[in-house]
Nanobody
Framework: QVELVESGGGLVQAGGSLRLSCVASGRTFSNFAMGWFRQAPGRERVFVGAITRGGVGTYYVDSVKGRFTISRDNAKNTAYLQMDSLKLEDTAVYYC??????????????????WGQGTQVTISS
């Protein structure tokens, strides 16, 4: 079992930045690739990006490429989502998730085994 706890969400103006954190406990963190998803009101949960177990490789959905950066610190059992140049359409609840699959093969919610509770990110104009 892996428990994931996100933090760092909040209200920020368009063009601003936020950094989300996801702290893991339970099984060995470095055994899991980590993903980030988001869910806007009335919409399905969608993939944002993922990072490999060692943190060398990252994958992003086109809409956030160049603006969002995923990283991890395995010594701290923590994954991060740095979000820059935020847009109104980035408003959503953001979730981190852990998978035993390879990061490059895990772009669907069903690919992930464990989930955090989510943190709200609201972008204002």
């Amino acid at each position: 079992q892996v428990e994931l706890v996100e933090s760092g969400g909040g209200l920020v103006q368009a063009g601003g930045s936020l950094r989300l954190s996801c702290v893991a406990s339970g099984r060995t963190f470095s055994n899991f690739a980590m993903g980030w998803f988001r869910q806007a009101p009335g919409r399905e949960r969608v993939f944002v990006g993922a990072i490999t177990r060692g943190g060398v490789g990252t994958y992003y959905v086109d809409s956030v490429k160049g603006r969002f950066t995923i990283s991890r610190d395995n010594a701290k059992n923590t994954a991060y989502l740095q979000m820059d140049s935020l847009k109104l359409e980035d408003t959503a609840v953001y979730y981190c998730a852990a998978t035993s699959r390879l990061a490059r093969t895990a772009a669907k919610a069903s690919d992930y085994d464990y989930w955090g509770q989510g943190t709200q990110v609201t972008i204002s104009s």
